[in-house]
């Protein structure tokens, strides 16, 4: 069975980090771009980081400038979203997602139909 599980997520103060971790069964990341998106109560999802296997480069949405860093482990089939400095604002429910065509990532499109695959949402709750 094809599957995308997002995890690692819970709560922790303001100024602190969290590392969520993207983890694929069923098929294998190398060639694909993985997305980390979220979603606040009441906004739109939003693109955090595109991470494009192809070549290595990786994409920033506003909210992970100077703060998130994504990183894979091939042999876990795993992309992890390391995020430092959480602010209250960080506060929403994470999402990744993965395509082999990585236009859509590369350009953090929220949209559901750009990927072929999203995973279930882990929660991030940053309180002050």
């Known amino acids: 069975e094809v599957q995308l599980q997002a995890s690692g997520g819970g709560s922790v103060q303001v100024g602190g980090s969290l590392r969520l971790s993207c983890t694929a069964s069923?098929?294998?990341?190398?060639?694909?771009?993985i997305g980390w998106f979220r979603q606040a109560p009441g906004k739109e999802r939003e693109g955090v980081l595109c991470?494009?296997?192809?070549?290595?480069?990786?994409y920033y949405g506003d909210p992970a400038k100077d703060r998130f860093t994504i990183s894979s482990d091939n042999a876990k089939n795993t992309v992890y979203l390391q995020m430092n400095s959480l602010k209250p604002e960080d506060t929403a429910v994470y999402y990744c997602s993965a395509d082999t065509d990585p236009f859509w990532c590369t350009h953090l499109s929220p949209v559901d139909s750009d990927y072929k695959y999203w995973g279930r949402g882990t929660q991030v709750t940053v309180s002050s």
């Open positions: 069923g098929f294998t990341f190398d060639g694909y771009a």
């Open positions: 991470l494009s296997t192809s070549d290595g480069r990786t």
